[in-house]
């Protein structure tokens, strides 16, 4: 799950241009965009897990454990009622709810064919512990993302990078397991602030600062993905999915000088340079190629841990306290 520190990050170092520059250059493309897509996502999400809670009904339905245990706080909830904590600690709903309402299942992706469910599972979450520490981190990196790049460009980083992180999961998930969560989207937008800023690196002051900061809050986010009932597949390919997509949609024009007071003192709008229109060319072939390709193999039945046996660890490695094959 993204951390919320993040928010931190971008426009950190960031210089305003100067407003002569005038319109159609540098004045207009610095104009804060008034935020209503992140909120918009925030409600959707929040709208899901109560329909989730109306469903799963723990009341009516029981728990899988079969052991008489009640549902925790149905007293008070009644029909929204959370399954038993020891069935799930994160205060959500069952697992057989959570796959009725589309959650990632590589049974059911590749054999039965549905493959909306790699869309679907974005907007489910397993708790709310889960759904608020989503939230609250889709807030602090969002909301700024969208207030300097429009909800156009970052509403697609999003769900591109929802998508990527549900694929490369699919690709890697176990044919009893399920997954849910915005994570991978998050992570996507972690991804679109590191290259957005190495795409834009002559108009940052304290790169350093920068690029170690956020380097330290995406190594953080990973640690944590390796931990049970995290997806770390679903963080690592939403985050290469948003990364290369910082590369095609979030570069700005750029001068040449690296400090304010060396910016030139003239109405000549600034260009875009040769090294963003190079990487711009290499992160969509690369996008392109890489959906392509595990796209292919997980409609064919693929599974990656069938070929790749160490790659369990990217996701969970095991401990003397915890257990990954639970």
């Known amino acids: 799950m993204a951390s919320g520190g993040a928010a931190k990050a971008p426009g950190a170092g960031y210089y305003q241009y100067p407003a002569s520059y005038g319109a159609g250059g540098a004045g207009d493309e610095e104009r804060r965009w008034w935020p209503w897509l992140v909120p918009t996502v925030l409600v959707a999400c929040i709208a899901v897990f109560a329909a989730e809670m109306f469903v799963n009904d723990c009341p009516r339905h029981g728990s899988a454990l079969g052991d008489g245990a009640g549902c925790f706080a149905e007293g008070f909830l009644r029909r929204f009622a959370f399954q038993p904590l020891r069935e799930n600690p994160l205060l959500g709903p069952s697992s057989v709810t959570l796959q009725k309402m589309g959650a990632l299942n590589w049974a059911?992706?590749?054999?039965?064919?549905?493959?909306?469910?790699?869309?679907?599972?974005?907007?489910?979450?397993?708790?709310?512990?889960?759904?608020?520490?989503?939230?609250?981190?889709?807030?602090?990196?969002?909301?700024?993302?969208?207030?300097?790049?429009?909800?156009?460009?970052?509403?697609?980083?999003?769900?591109?990078?929802?998508?990527?992180?549900s694929v490369l999961s699919?690709?890697?998930?176990?044919?009893?397991?399920?997954?849910?969560?915005?994570?991978?989207?998050?992570?996507?937008?972690?991804?679109?602030?590191?290259?957005?800023?190495?795409?834009?690196?002559?108009?940052?002051?304290?790169?350093?600062?920068?690029?170690?900061?956020?380097?330290?809050?995406?190594?953080?986010?990973?640690?944590i993905g390796i931990l049970p009932h995290a997806d770390n597949?679903?963080?690592?390919?939403?985050?290469?999915?948003?990364?290369?997509?910082?590369?095609?949609?979030?570069?700005?024009?750029?001068?040449?000088?690296?400090?304010?007071?060396?910016?030139?003192?003239?109405n000549q709008p600034p260009k875009y340079k040769l090294y963003q229109y190079v990487l711009?060319?290499?992160?969509?072939?690369?996008?392109?190629?890489?959906?392509?390709?595990?796209?292919?193999?997980?409609?064919?039945?693929?599974?990656?841990?069938?070929?790749?046996?160490?790659?369990?660890?990217?996701?969970?490695?095991?401990t003397s306290r915890w257990k990954c094959n639970t």
């Open 108 to 165: 059911k992706v590749v054999h039965e064919h549905q493959g909306w469910r790699l869309i679907s599972c974005i907007w489910l979450h397993a708790g709310l512990v889960h759904l608020v520490v989503n939230m609250l981190s889709l807030l602090f990196i969002g909301i700024r993302l969208e207030q300097q790049f429009g909800f156009v460009r970052i509403g697609v980083i999003y769900l591109i990078s929802g998508f990527g992180g």
């Open 170 to 223: 699919a690709l890697f998930l176990r044919s009893n397991y399920i997954s849910v969560g915005a994570s991978g989207a998050l992570f996507g937008l972690l991804g679109s602030m590191l290259s957005e800023l190495i795409m834009n690196w002559t108009i940052y002051s304290n790169k350093a600062a920068a690029i170690i900061t956020l380097l330290f809050i995406i190594a953080i986010n990973l640690a």
């Open 280 to 318: 711009w060319v290499a992160a969509l072939i690369l996008l392109v190629v890489g959906f392509v390709i595990i796209l292919v193999m997980l409609f064919k039945g693929k599974n990656g841990n069938d070929s790749c046996h160490w790659c369990q660890y990217l996701n969970c490695v095991p």
């Open 233 to 266: 597949f679903a963080h690592i390919g939403g985050f290469a999915s948003g990364f290369l997509l910082g590369f095609v949609l979030l570069a700005r024009p750029q001068f040449g000088w690296m400090e304010r007071n060396e910016l030139p003192q003239t």
